[in-house]
C-alpha cells in the first residue's frame, strides 16, 4: 500500500443540531488518530421543506446543494447519516440520495438500506431494558412518542417496545403510539396522546427532546414527571441529566458513532474486514422513571439489598457518568470481582488475619487503578468508605 493520505468526507446536517455536532465531533476525533483528511458538508435536511411550512424549511434546499459537490469531489469514501439529514425520507428515497454518490464508497450511517454498508445504534436492547425497568416497578400502561413512521431507527425503537410490551405481559393500545415530529414542534401529539389516554403512567420517547416536551406537557397538567407518569427518552443528550427531574434515557453515543463511521472507512480504504454493524446502547435510569432512585446521587444508598441488587446499582451508577459502555465496563468488573471477593470471604466463615489483610489490599488496589477508574476517581472515591461500611455490617 502506497503512503497516500485517505481523503474522507461526511455528510451532516446543520452542526447547530445536537447529535450532528457530537457525531462529527467523534469523526474529527478519529481523522486526527488515524491520520486521514476529513471533509465536513453541513447541508442541513433533505425534503422538510414538502413536510414543514416554516419560513427556513422552505428554503432548506439551498443547504442541501453542499451535497451534490461531494458526489463531485472525487473522495475515496463518503459517510452519509441518513437517518438524520433525510429523516423524513423512506428508504425508497433514501436509496436514491445515496445512488446518486455512485462511483464512491458509501457507508449509510442511521439506517440499514439495500445495497449499502452501514452502521447504526443497537436500537432495540436500550429500548428493551428500559421497558422491562419500567414493568418491574409496576407501570402498566406504557405509551410511545415514537418520531417518524418514515424513520427506519424509529420503527426499530417502536418494535422493541412493542416487544418488550409483550414480554411483561402488558396491554397495548392504539391509542398509546403516536408518531411525531422528531423536534420541539410536537406539543400537539403529546397532548393527544395524554387526552386519549388518561390512564398513561408512562412514556417512551424517541429522542430526549421530544421528552422535554413531554415534560411541559405533564407539568401543565398538574402531574408530576417521574411520580405521577414516568418518561423516558433516547440518546442521553448533555442536557439530559440537567432537566428537572434528571431525565431517564437510553445512551446512543453521537461522539462514538462518529469515531467508528470513520473507523470503518480507514478499514475499507485499508483492505481491513470490518463486519460490524452496530453501536451499543445503554439503559441510563435517572429520577424521571422512578421516584426512588434516589442512588444516582447518593452513593451510600448503592450498598442496599443482596449482592446482585448491588451489583445493578453500581453499574448505573457508574454508568450514568461515563461516556461509553467500555468505559463502564473498565470500572465495574474490578468492583464486581471485588464483592465477590469480599462476600466470599467474609460473610460466611469468621475471617483469620491474613483474609483481612488480603482483602484491605485489593480494596486500595481496585480504588488506586487510575486507568480503571478513566477520570471517575472523584466521583467514585466516596464508594471505598461505603464498600467498607457494607462489608462491616455484613462479616460474621
Known sequence: MDNKRFNVCILAATLTDLFSNELVKGAVSAARRLDINLTVMPGKYLGIQNIND??????????????????????????APVGTIAYVYNNKLKKRFLDSFSGTPVLCVASEIDG???????????????????????????????????????????????????????????????????SYDCTEDAERLFDENPELDAVICINDIIASVVYNVIQKRGKTVGEDIAVIGFDDQPF???????????????????????????????????????????????????????????????????????????????????????????????????IDHLENEFFYTRANESSVNDAYQKIVDVFRNDKAFNGETSKLYMLQENLCTWLIRNCL
Open 54 to 79: 416554516g419560513f427556513e424549511a422552505f428554503y432548506e434546499y439551498q443547504y442541501n446543494v453542499l451535497f451534490r459537490y461531494a458526489a463531485n469531489a472525487h473522495f475515496d469514501y463518503i459517510i
Open 116 to 182: 449499502y454498508d452501514c452502521l447504526e445504534f443497537d436500537n432495540k436492547a436500550g429500548i428493551i431494558s428500559a421497558v422491562n425497568y419500567l414493568a418491574e416497578r409496576g407501570r402498566k400502561h406504557i405509551g410511545i412518542m415514537a418520531g417518524s413512521s418514515e424513520n427506519c431507527e424509529c420503527i426499530e425503537r417502536y418494535e422493541a417496545y412493542r416487544e418488550s410490551l409483550e414480554r411483561n405481559g402488558l396491554v397495548f393500545r392504539d391509542s398509546y403510539l403516536r408518531f411525531c415530529d422528531m
Open 240 to 338: 439530559a441529566k440537567e432537566m428537572t427531574p434528571p431525565l431517564a434515557t437510553v445512551r446512543a453515543d453521537a461522539f462514538e458513532l462518529g469515531s467508528r463511521c470513520v473507523e470503518k472507512a480507514y478499514n475499507y480504504l485499508s483492505g481491513i474486514k470490518d463486519d460490524r454493524h452496530l453501536v451499543e446502547t445503554r439503559f441510563i435510569p435517572r429520577a424521571s422513571c422512578f421516584v426512588d432512585k434516589h442512588f444516582i446521587k447518593a452513593p451510600e444508598m448503592l450498598f442496599v439489598g443482596t449482592t446482585s441488587e448491588i451489583k445493578k446499582n453500581l453499574m448505573d451508577y457508574i454508568s450514568d457518568g461515563t461516556a461509553t459502555v467500555k468505559d463502564a465496563e473498565m470500572i465495574f468488573t474490578p468492583l464486581s470481582e471485588l
